[in-house]
């Protein structure tokens, strides 16, 4: 794999050997999926919309039929209609840092500054014009009123979900029905949730895990190399214990014959642990029983590292095991709910970008640059018209010039944001090479990123990452020659 694809990148200085304590996310943090996950939590959620009251309604039927009336003629009213079980997941629609508008319907790409990506406005699956846009906000830029009414789709999974609130709300635009916008965010979200909490995406998975498990040799290597150098590891996440332990299972059967001991890697291991409440609340740690599936009556004043621990709280735990501030490196992919709350709390954190990848290879590809050079040089030559030439001084063929300009501009920037994604572009910058509003995230709570924690394995456990001093954008953004990238 190219080098550079493999870096970590850096926010905040950081020395790695003041850090003693590596703590791990699971989902898109040591375990990675395939592309069919966001099709089965599309394919589950919007069932779920549609047969969510069917269900509900044949529970209430044993002695209820009266009351079932009633309830059904309301409930009726609000079931998701069986032509909406015939929508598919579309991978080339959406990207991760999206912003939906409970208020209007729109889902939006923003860039640093908190303004609408003019070409990346869409409601439903309609992008939306410059003009409509500005019909719709007054300006392109989202100040702090309108700015409570946005919700941020910031995770791995957030793909299902940004393209089943899309095609809900076209849905409807299509059967020129009224609807509430943030109704239809509430309904898709709390779908989406309940196919995770209920553990049906978590079945589904484990009962076809060669088909959404990506094996890694190497991540194994790294977790041993931190063991052998004696640094201590934890595990917190949201999900259940058995499917954590069945994924880790199978990710790690084939590497070194370490297939059902993982546990011996890990000092503490707490499992639905809410975040990102458990970085706020003050919920009591409970030990879990895998055998038996329940939880222990007992106070837990210490981790053992054979048992398995549930929900808990940061507070809790900085008391018990005495790891605090800067000795303590947090991973995850989440930039709110996994890394905002350890940030607060003086931990160092590194932010698991999957996607970084591809993006640092198109980036970096002959094609690309040569388009984005080709844009500025553009946009160079269109400031200095409008500087010299005022507009009752232009001629026609100074205005045939202008358009022309203008066209060729755009047709760069179109060729540019395609080879990102059809839709929205690159995820980290704007189609005109601003930085987007989720690289404003990463620099707010990651001090460092990278596209997997085994990418660690190429540095020394002391080195010393330092940020680049002639940086423009984000760190990755440091142009490098494209023989680099071939194999």
């Avoid at 099709?39 to 069932?47: E, N, Q, R």
């Avoid at 879990?288 to 009556?297: G, I, T, V």
């Avoid at 160092?348 to 002959?366: C, F, K």
Wanted: aromatic share 14%; charged share 25%; proline share 3%.
């Amino acid at each position: 794999m190219m080098i550079l694809c493999l870096g970590i990148y850096v926010n905040k200085n950081l020395r790695l050997d003041n850090i003693q304590v590596y703590g791990f996310d699971y989902d898109y943090t040591l375990a990675h999926y395939s592309s069919h996950l966001q099709s089965l939590i599309y394919d589950l959620a919007k069932k779920h919309m549609v047969n969510e009251v069917k269900s509900l309604l044949a529970k209430l039927v044993l002695g209820l039929s009266i009351v079932l009336r009633i309830i059904g003629c309301w409930f009726s009213q609000f079931r998701y209609p069986d032509v909406c079980t015939q929508f598919e997941y579309d991978p080339t629609f959406p990207i991760r840092g999206l912003y939906y508008d409970k208020l209007k319907g729109c889902l939006m790409k923003l860039d640093f500054f908190g303004s609408i990506e003019p070409d990346g406005c869409y409601f439903g699956r309609r992008k939306l014009s410059r003009k409509e846009i500005e019909s719709m906000y007054g300006t392109r830029h989202i100040g702090r009123d309108q700015a409570r009414g946005l919700v941020g789709l910031m995770d791995f999974f957030c793909f299902s979900e940004a393209c089943l609130i899309a095609d809900m709300v076209q849905y409807f635009v299509d059967a020129k029905l009224e609807f509430d916008a943030s109704n239809i965010y509430n309904d898709v979200n709390r779908a989406i949730q309940h196919v995770h909490r209920s553990g049906l995406v978590h079945r589904g998975i484990l009962a076809d895990p060669n088909r959404y498990l990506l094996k890694n040799g190497q991540l194994l290597r790294f977790l041993r190399m931190l063991k052998d150098k004696g640094k201590k590891l934890f595990l917190l996440t949201n999900s259940p214990y058995n499917f954590v332990d069945g994924g880790m299972r199978f990710l790690m059967e084939e590497s070194f014959g370490f297939g059902d001991s993982w546990r011996e890697l890990f000092d503490v291991v707490i499992a639905k642990a809410n975040k990102p409440e458990f970085y706020t609340s003050e919920h009591p740690f409970r030990c879990y029983d895998s055998e038996r599936d329940n939880l222990a009556f007992t106070k837990v004043d210490a981790f053992d590292p054979k048992k398995v621990y549930y929900h808990g709280c940061l507070k809790s735990f900085l008391e018990i095991t005495k790891w605090h501030g800067p000795e303590v490196i947090y991973f995850g992919d989440h930039l709110f709910s996994d890394l905002r709350g350890p940030s607060k709390a003086g931990w160092r954190t590194a932010a698991i970008i999957h996607e970084l990848e591809r993006e640092i290879q198109i980036q970096n590809d002959d094609s690309y640059r040569f388009e984005q050079a080709k844009f500025h040089i553009i946009q160079e030559l269109l400031g200095r018209f409008h500087a010299t030439v005022s507009n009752n001084q232009r001629s026609e063929a100074c205005q045939s010039l202008l358009d022309e300009l203008n066209n060729a501009r755009q047709r760069a920037r179109d060729t540019m944001k395609q080879m990102f994604n059809r839709s929205f572009g690159a995820t980290f910058v704007t189609d005109t090479g601003q930085e987007s509003a989720f690289s404003y995230h990463i620099h707010q709570y990651a001090d460092v990123y990278t596209s997997k924690p085994e990418n660690f394995l190429l540095y020394r456990p002391e080195a010393w990452l330092h940020v680049p001093y002639d940086i423009k954008i984000m760190p990755h953004h440091v142009k490098v020659a494209s023989t680099l990238f071939k194999t």
